[in-house]
Nanobody, 114 residues
Framework: QVQLVESGGGLVQPGGSLRLSCAIS????????MAWFRQAPGKQRELVASVRSRDSTYYADSVKGRFTISIDNTKSTVYLQMNSLKPEDTAVYYC????????WGQGTQVTVSS
């Protein structure tokens, strides 16, 4: 069974940065095929960024140029570097396969506010 544990969230001022981590354990099909999602209050969970191989990434238009997804195979960890954060980035962030194949973790709260 795959376990996903997100961390790294917090309260940050607009324009600030955070790096989220997703520790993966269990029999995952491919660590090179992972994604970050987020869910803001009252909104549906949305895809933020995904990676299908080292050279194939996707970013939602709202985060393009500000967020970067990366993978450390040696640590079985997926990262999301978030720069130039905006109040509209406030949400709970989750990792999963792009297909949402695994059980969701608890997520990590990101709050962007002055």
């Amino acid at each position: 069974q795959v376990q996903l544990v997100e961390s790294g969230g917090g309260l940050v001022q607009p324009g600030g940065s955070l790096r989220l981590s997703c520790a993966i354990s269990g029999n995952i099909f491919s660590i090179n095929n992972m994604a970050w999602f987020r869910q803001a209050p009252g909104k549906q969970r949305e895809l933020v960024a995904s990676v299908r191989s080292r050279d194939s990434t996707y970013y939602a238009d709202s985060v393009k140029g500000r967020f970067t997804i990366s993978i450390d195979n040696t640590k079985s960890t997926v990262y999301l570097q978030m720069n130039s954060l905006k109040p509209e980035d406030t949400a709970v962030y989750y990792c999963n396969a792009p297909s949402r194949a695994y059980s969701w973790g608890q997520g990590t709260q990101v709050t962007v506010s002055s």
